[in-house]
């Protein structure tokens, strides 16, 4: 099942730039997609969200952008910051509520 | 800040016997969701729980899995009868307190179950 693809294991970025994470889907059925940054031995923690609706939201230095005719959506970090460090995991909604989720981008941010 | 609370935080059980995974979900939350992830895979979805019955399942929510909601605040996951392929951690996720955020679950820390 590669409905939801994070393509990039792994980010290094250094502290005050920005971090830019991607995903890929494949089913245009999706109509929600959300963000979600996990530590090890931790459950995932929800950080931004964005409805097929919208190309673009906000919310303090997280930034989510949604292309639906390229079926890509983006996470921006700025400034990032040390505490960033941790796996980022998309994940789409078709339909219920049932969530699909990418394999994880690990980011490291460097001070 | 509300959160999911999950009891155990490891379980560890002898192949064919019976489990039962705790979850307290965010107060007056709507939705109720088991996911599971085994290690270094993706985190899957299991079962969504509404309005006291399921509203979706994947293929893995075979008979050996049961969701209940047996009060007002918990809701519990059993596996009947365990396997060796069912080691995984497995995530409680709530949602749905305004229609604005029926997509944003919150998930839970987690239950690392080994079957030995």
């Known amino acids: 099942d590669q409905q939801v693809k994070q393509n990039s294991p792994s980010l290094s970025v250094q502290e005050g730039r920005i971090s830019i994470l991607n995903c890929d889907y494949t089913n245009s059925m999706f109509d929600y997609f959300l963000w979600y940054k996990k530590y090890p031995a931790e459950g995932p923690t929800f950080l931004i969200s964005i409805s097929s609706i919208k190309d673009k939201n906000e919310d303090g230095r997280f930034t989510v952008f949604l292309n639906k005719s390229a079926k890509h959506l983006s996470l921006h970090i700025v400034p990032s910051q040390p505490g960033d460090s941790a796996v980022y995991f998309c994940a789409a909604k078709g339909g219920f509520q049932k969530l699909v989720f990418g394999t994880g981008t690990r980011l490291l941010v460097s001070p | 800040e509300p959160e999911v609370t999950q009891t155990p935080s490891h379980q560890v059980t002898q192949m064919g016997q019976e489990v039962i995974l705790r979850c307290v979900p965010i107060?007056?939350?709507?939705?109720f969701y088991w996911y599971r992830q085994i290690l270094g895979q993706k985190v899957e979805f299991l079962v969504s729980?509404?309005?006291?019955?399921?509203?979706?399942k994947s293929e893995i929510f075979d008979d050996q899995f049961s969701v209940e909601r047996p009060d007002g605040s918990n809701f519990t996951l059993k596996i009947r009868s365990t396997k060796l392929e069912d080691s995984a951690m497995y995530f409680c996720?709530?949602?749905?307190?305004?229609?604005?955020?029926?997509?944003?679950?919150?998930f839970g820390p987690g239950t690392r179950l080994l079957v030995l």
């Open positions: 107060s007056n939350h709507l939705y």
């Open positions: 996720a709530s949602s749905g307190w305004r229609v604005q955020a029926l997509g944003d679950q919150y």
């Open positions: 729980f509404y309005n006291n019955e399921i509203s979706e």
